[in-house]
């Protein structure tokens, strides 16, 4: 469904953003599609990353509170 769905969202996540240490792959995963679209809905992202809605919602909020 989206051209840049792949295990290699994950794979190269980590390398994608220096600054954030202490962030998982699935959290730098999520960053690195906001970094390619700032409007992307949730949903949206949870259908690139393969995450369920539910998880992506949970990793923002952590996200937030760190």
Known sequence: MFPFFCSGYFQSAIY???????CTLEEQAIL???????????????????????TVK??????QEK
């Open 58 to 63: 949970t990793r923002m909020i952590e996200m």
């Open 32 to 54: 690195n599609v906001i970094k390619e679209n700032q409007t992307i809905k949730q949903k949206e992202i949870a259908q690139i990353v393969g995450k369920s809605l539910r």
């Open 16 to 22: 994608e953003d220096s600054k954030c240490k202490n």
